[in-house]
């Protein structure tokens, strides 16, 4: 395809889809690959000679098919995918809709654009939280445990929290600052070890997957002074995190969106 000028290329399973890749919490056999293959070439403006070319690379009992595709600005085509949502009180609008006296968060390499339900569920949460206890003097830490792209710090010192991030990847940490810049937030972002974060800190966040909070959850108990929340969370794994943590703080106020968990607990006083 590509001798004959094709602009691109690429190869599907079943359907149009491959299957998903396994993660390290998956169970049971992997799922087998798909029985047939879907080809796509792309042309620009292809005419019969060429059309009939391709099709005679195939084998005989393949079955071509053509169809136009619309022109389309791909280099903006992708915003449509980062609209202005809302948590609460709290607005998170991209830089090419700002909205006035929101959170503007450029999407880029770091995890978490507040889009995806597990982002979510933590951001209702957080900003829940605040807004409970708005008036807390002096005002209320939170430690951001795995903060990717910095939004849930950013939206804790958005809305008048003293917030600090911290992960391993220095390239998620360097968007972070960008992006507290960007806000003229003085939050902080570096890449810390958790057990090596000092103090307690009021509210701690974690969206991270399942095994991941299994594997930190002597550490965020640790660094959790009233508040841990907990996402990332996949519904079959839930049991495994709350059978660490609810043995040792309790039952946690409970949300879900689709087959996403998240998971509030009230840390009880030491």
């Known amino acids: 395809m590509f001798s004959l000028g094709a602009a691109g290329v690429a190869e599907e399973g079943d359907r149009g889809v491959e299957p998903p890749t396994r993660q390290t919490w998956d169970d049971g056999p992997p799922e087998p690959p798909s029985p047939t293959i879907r080809l796509r070439a792309w042309f620009e403006s292809p ?19 053509w169809e136009a595709v619309p022109d389309e600005d791909w280099s903006t085509a992708w915003r449509v995918n980062f609209p202005v949502f809302r948590a609460g009180r709290l607005v998170v609008s991209p830089p090419w809709e700002e909205v006035p006296g929101s959170l503007i968060l450029e999407p880029g390499q770091g995890f978490g654009t507040g889009q995806h339900a597990t982002t979510r569920l933590v951001l209702e949460r957080l900003v829940s939280l605040l807004d409970l206890e708005r008036d807390a003097t002096p005002r209320r830490r939170v430690l951001d445990v795995g903060c990717g792209s910095g939004i849930l710090s950013l939206a804790a010192a958005h809305l008048g929290a003293d917030a600090y991030g911290i992960d391993h990847d220095p390239f998620a ?7 507290a810049v960007r806000n003229g937030l003085s939050t902080p972002f570096d890449t810390t070890p958790l057990a090596d974060v000092p103090g307690r ?23 959790a002074g009233d508040h841990l929340i907990l996402g990332g969370i996949l519904a079959d794994r839930e049991k495994r995190v709350r059978d660490v943590f609810d043995p040792r703080l309790g039952q946690p ?15 009880p006083d030491a």
């Open 47 to 65: 005419d019969d000679d060429l059309r009939a070319a391709a099709e005679a690379c195939l084998p005989p009992a393949v079955e071509a098919r």
């Open 173 to 179: 940490v360097e968007g972070a600052r960008a992006q």
């Open 253 to 267: 106020d409970r949300s879900q969106d689709n087959e996403w968990v998240c998971l509030h607990y009230h840390v």
């Open 201 to 223: 800190w009021a509210i701690v966040l974690a969206n991270l997957f399942a095994d991941t909070l299994v594997d930190l959850a002597d550490a965020l108990i640790a660094k």
